[in-house]
């Protein structure tokens, strides 16, 4: 059974730092692209960050040099290590796969093939 699962999520003061990790299971990560989106209430979701299955990544201007995207294919895991949190990061935090080698990830939300149920991320003092 495909699949991917998020942890990490949970309520930090701005200022603060968490690490979201995103495990796959059913199928390896190596071939993939991933990509970390977040949903605030009432909002669209956004992508906030991808890396490709070769390293290349990605990242919204809100959260250049906040947050770092890495991956860990022995592990089949790749993480968010978020910093300098601020309450407009607030919201449900998901992650996904899409198939694709080298430099490549999709440019779109619609070009992923697999969805995590989302981590709750809450910043507030």
């Known amino acids: 059974q495909v699949q991917l699962v998020e942890s990490g999520g949970g309520l930090v003061q701005p200022g603060g730092s968490l690490r979201l990790s995103c495990a796959a299971s059913?199928?390896?990560?190596?071939?993939?692209?991933i990509g970390w989106f977040r949903q605030a209430p009432g909002k669209e979701r956004e992508e906030v960050s991808c890396i490709s299955s070769d390293g290349s990544t990605y990242y919204a201007d809100s959260v250049k040099g906040r947050f770092t995207i890495s991956r860990d294919d022995a592990k089949n895991t790749v993480y968010l290590q978020m910093n300098s949190l601020k309450p407009e990061d607030t919201g449900v935090y998901y992650c996904?796969?899409?198939w694709g080698s080298g430099s490549w990830y999709p440019i779109s939300r619609e070009g992923y093939d697999y969805w995590g149920r989302g981590a709750q991320v809450a910043v507030s003092s």
């Open positions: 996904a796969a899409a």
């Open positions: 059913g199928f390896t990560l190596e071939h993939y692209a």
